[in-house]
């Protein structure tokens, strides 16, 4: 069944500092696909990002980048020079296998303090 | 703003009662899907329509049901309701299977006393 772990549950930053979150997954499948979320204290769930397993590039947008590793099954994303703004929990999911609901991890809190 | 709405936005209701929440997907979005998210379980699948056909079930209670209408919006329908199922109820729609992005409501929260 897939799997996906977020060990850190909270982590606290200073502004401006940069932050990495972990998730590492587990699939059967050959390939899929990753995703991020972020969940801000309003509530709402935020799509960041969809990563395609043949593609092990590193991926950028703006403060926003993502490391994906097929070789230790994990998919990281880095903020750099944190805001406040980007206080939230932050998900990574993965399709279900030969389904399609998303398989969630039990998200990272993020407090970023001025 | 992601497009997909979700009403009502808060709900307080009694246990035993029986409540609706409805959905409305992105247009041109087929696949409707329902998740809860509560503080103990965590963001759980409940169930996925495409195109007014139920495609994928997950750990979704006896007591809940769902269905997708032929405009593609979609009800959620929660019976007989427990203190358990206080939680924030999420739909996400997506243009077609796994590999698109899911795109969440604002979600509705449900508090049963």
């Known amino acids: 069944a897939q799997k996906v772990t977020q060990a850190q549950t909270e982590i606290s930053v200073v502004e401006k500092e940069d932050v990495t979150l972990d998730c590492v997954y587990e699939t059967r499948d050959t390939t899929y696909y990753l995703f991020w979320y972020k969940q801000p204290p309003s509530g709402e769930l935020v799509f960041l990002i969809r990563?395609?397993?043949?593609?092990?590039q590193n991926e950028i947008s703006g403060r926003y980048s993502w490391n994906f590793q097929k070789s230790t099954s994990s998919f990281n994303f880095t903020i750099t020079a944190s805001q406040v703004v980007d206080s939230a929990v932050y998900f990574c999911?993965?399709?279900?296998?030969?389904?399609?609901?998303?398989?969630f991890g039990k998200g990272t809190k993020l407090s970023v303090i001025p | 703003d992601s497009g997909v709405t979700q009403t009502p936005k808060h709900l307080i209701t009694a246990t035993g009662q029986r409540v609706t929440l409805r959905c409305s997907p992105r247009s041109g979005d087929l696949s409707v899907y329902w998740y809860q998210q509560s503080l103990d379980q965590g963001l759980q699948f409940l169930i996925q329509y495409y195109n007014g056909e139920e495609r994928a079930k997950g750990n979704i209670l006896e007591r809940f049901s769902a269905q997708q209408f032929p405009d593609l919006h979609s009800e959620l329908n929660l019976s007989s309701l427990e203190l358990g199922d206080s939680a924030l109820y999420f739909c996400?729609?997506?243009?077609?299977?796994?590999?698109?992005?899911?795109?969440f409501g604002p979600g509705t929260r449900l508090t049963v006393l």
């Open positions: 990563r395609n397993s043949f593609d092990e």
């Open positions: 999911a993965l399709p279900g296998a030969g389904s399609y609901q998303l398989t």
């Open positions: 996400a729609s997506s243009v077609g299977g796994s590999k698109d992005e899911q795109f």
